[in-house]
């Protein structure tokens, strides 16, 4: 973003030379130059802006631990420590606890410009294992995302400029059992081909 912001300031002040020396065309051609440079980088400054609050991956990583413990039938309260070692408490509905999140994925070129691939963790909800509770019981759903002016994984699905940077963006979703006496203590993964999730075993 800076590069392409300094490149701007340059075009402009090569134009600005060129249009003294009465070279119209030239100075022309240096402010549409400049005009796309600045374009650019405002650009990669939406995106930059788009992707706080997501996590880079190139491998499996830990993207947050779940312990759960049960309050009632069909009841339980879900402990999440993200990532970024935030604490968060849910009281959901269901037989297990479910977690989805967005995965953004670069070609090369994204990458060349700083762009990692990267998720974010979405939303929490309580799930049923019964069809007729999921379509009749109370439902709760609560969000993981972290609040932002821009979202890139929108701004990718929305503009036609970011679709020749874009390899990939899809939801991926996870689930297991939380209803386990005396509650039970998981880890939330993200890998290449999306979410998994594995007990911890308790010591």
């Given at each position: 973003?800076?590069?392409?912001?300094?490149?701007?300031?340059?075009?402009i002040i090569i134009a600005g030379s060129a249009w003294r020396n009465h070279r119209r065309v030239s100075a022309g051609v240096g402010l549409l130059a400049a005009a796309l440079c600045l374009s650019i980088g405002i650009l990669c400054g939406a995106i930059t802006v788009g992707i706080r609050g997501y996590r880079a991956f190139t491998h499996e990583v830990v993207a947050a631990t779940i312990k759960t413990e049960p309050i009632g039938p069909q009841r339980f309260r879900a402990t999440v420590t993200l990532s970024d070692s935030s604490l968060h408490m849910f009281d959901l509905a269901g037989d297990a606890v479910y977690v989805d999140a967005h995965v953004l994925k670069w070609r090369p070129i994204g990458t060349l410009l700083g762009l990692p691939t990267a998720y974010e963790l979405d939303r929490i909800a309580g799930?049923?294992?019964?069809?007729?509770?999921?379509?009749?019981?109370?439902?709760?759903?609560?969000?993981?995302?972290?609040?932002?002016?821009?979202?890139?994984?929108?701004?990718?699905?929305?503009?036609?400029?970011?679709?020749?940077?874009?390899?990939?963006?899809?939801?991926?979703?996870?689930?297991?059992?939380?209803?386990?006496?005396?509650?039970?203590?998981?880890?939330?993964?993200?890998?290449?081909?999306?979410?998994?999730?594995?007990?911890?075993?308790?010591?």
């Open positions: 973003m800076v590069a392409f912001d300094l490149l701007a300031v340059i075009l799930r049923y294992q019964a069809l007729s509770d999921e379509q009749n019981l109370e439902r709760t759903v609560y969000s993981l995302a972290t609040p932002k002016p821009f979202n890139a994984f929108d701004l990718a699905r929305h503009y036609w400029v970011l679709r020749p940077l874009v390899d990939a963006e899809y939801g991926s979703a996870t689930f297991i059992g939380a209803t386990a006496r005396g509650g039970a203590t998981y880890e939330v993964r993200v890998s290449t081909s999306g979410l998994l999730v594995r007990s911890v075993p308790t010591r």
